[in-house]
């Protein structure tokens, strides 16, 4: 498949929106240490969760759109999907976990028995001891759907591409559907019911209308980004719990329209130098995604310890988080992304399944 450059500058956009998302929270803390008040309302900006799922479910749809009816396509679809998010949150989760035991102080909650500790490698969702479901690295609760979405996906590649189409569609609107009727029993599959995974089917749709040459003008794009936008960013809320159907829908919708505005109207010349520190950024968005967390949490204690919480000094957060988050982002996306990635692909991993094969043909030989 060919590049989409759009679609990378929506990524970083999404990134970016996390991030300020999560400046809005410290800046709020650090507010409250001097008696003010949040520098701004943040929550708007979390719509950049529901946008990444919207940009992922066309991805998936995009990159594998030809290859349904085959068992090798699907192994191959999840092998690049594994490669791709495991090795950076792997990392992440050994580090925080280091931390949560020698420095506690370093991170929101501490973990809690061994098998919250599983649940966090195998993206499993599981409640920790404040009693909401995340894991180690907090921004990989979306991971947890994300697998779920990726699992789904790959079992639908078997099957011809209407069956699969069906079988992607149907089988996410059901589990919603029974998690909003209270069907479900246990934390996992409440937790996979989510309204939020709609994003992925909506996202999904946008690429079946691409793949069948569906293209919007200049004019069109325009008019539906701005009005995704602004329904991110309207005064009003929907009552109701976060994770319920109507508020879910309320950013699921809106980042609908943005990806097609994004996805569907011509793409911009990546080769000009005015979109390369967007398409830069949109290339290491998953880096940012998972890091910037942590490091606004650090950058939070050394403003907290350094007494630069007035609320002049405050403002200064945000550009300092926001460049701080994109800098070792890069960074992880250049030294570690992509050499493990390089060096996966060159099927390490086979080599080990080759041997041990290896090893249980020579055992049932001796034993023979």
Known sequence: MHRLPNIQMLRACAALMIVIYHCGIETGHLAQTVGGSALFDESPWGAGVPLF????????????????????????F?????????????????VVFVIAVVAPRLIKATPGDYLYVVASYLYWPYVRLIGD??????????LNLEMLFYTIFA????????????LLFGSLALLVAARVGGLLPGVALNFWGDPIVLGFVFGAAVGILYNR????SAPWAVTLLVIGFAAFFQPWRLSGLQDDLLPR???????????????????????????????????????????????????YLVWLKGAFASMVLLWMF???????SVAACVASYWYFEQPVARWLKGHPLQTVIDALRGSRRLATQNAA
Request: cysteine-free; glycine content about 8%.
């Open 53 to 76: 799922f919207a940009i992922s479910g066309f991805i998936m749809v995009v990159t594998s759109g030809d290859a349904f009816g085959s068992l090798p396509a699907a192994r191959s």
């Open 78 to 94: 999840m092998r690049r999907r594994l490669i791709r998010i495991v090795p950076l949150y792997w990392t992440l989760t050994t």
């Open 213 to 216: 040459g569906v293209r919007l």
């Open 155 to 166: 079992v639908a590649l078997i099957f011809p591409r209407r069956t699969g189409y069906g």
């Open 133 to 142: 479901v995340r894991p180690l690295v907090t921004p990989g609760w979306t």
């Open 318 to 324: 945000v550009p300092a988080g926001i460049a701080i």
């Open 249 to 299: 829908l309320a950013w699921s919708i809106p980042s609908t329209l943005v990806l097609i505005a994004v996805a569907l109207s011509p793409q911009v010349d990546e080769g000009r130098a005015l979109w390369r520190p967007a398409l830069l950024i949109g290339d290491a968005s998953y880096s940012l995604y998972l890091l910037q967390e942590f490091l606004l949490r650090m950058l």
